[in-house]
């Protein structure tokens, strides 16, 4: 079973820059799609990035495009999102996510995520 801890939420001032980092234990980590999303209060939870096994392909939400870079060291079994220029619209609590061993590709879907993460809280202020 895969296991997985957030850290690196906060409080920060909008236009300033947040780096979520996520564990992850167990197998294979490098075989594994990996993915953040997050859930505001009241709200569904979303897509925010996703990153590939290997680490080569990367998809984010449109909403973070050119502020949000997703990436991953395999030799860590980390995955990080670096969130930059931040506005109140992303405060929400940040979800990592896992897929299954050998399910390799960076989806947007949470259904194609097995393990989540605790969550960290991300709150930016005005």
């Known amino acids: 079973q895969v296991q997985l801890v957030e850290s690196g939420g906060g409080l920060v001032q909008a236009g300033g820059s947040l780096r979520l980092s996520c564990v992850a234990s167990g197998p294979t980590f490098s075989s594994r799609g990996m993915g953040w999303f997050r859930q505001a209060p009241g709200k569904e939870r979303e897509f925010v990035a996703a990153?590939?096994?290997?680490?080569?392909?990367?998809t984010v939400a449109a909403s973070v495009k050119g502020r949000f870079t997703i990436s991953r060291d395999n030799a860590k079994s980390t995955v990080y999102l670096q969130m930059n220029s931040l506005t109140p619209e992303d405060t929400a609590v940040y979800y990592c996510?896992?897929?299954?061993?050998?399910?390799?590709?960076?989806?947007?879907?949470?259904?194609?995520?097995?393990?989540w993460g605790q969550g960290t809280q991300v709150t930016v202020s005005s």
């Open positions: 990153i590939s096994g290997s680490g080569t392909t990367t």
């Open positions: 996510a896992a897929r299954l061993t050998s399910f390799a590709s960076a989806e947007t879907e949470t259904y194609k995520y097995k393990y």
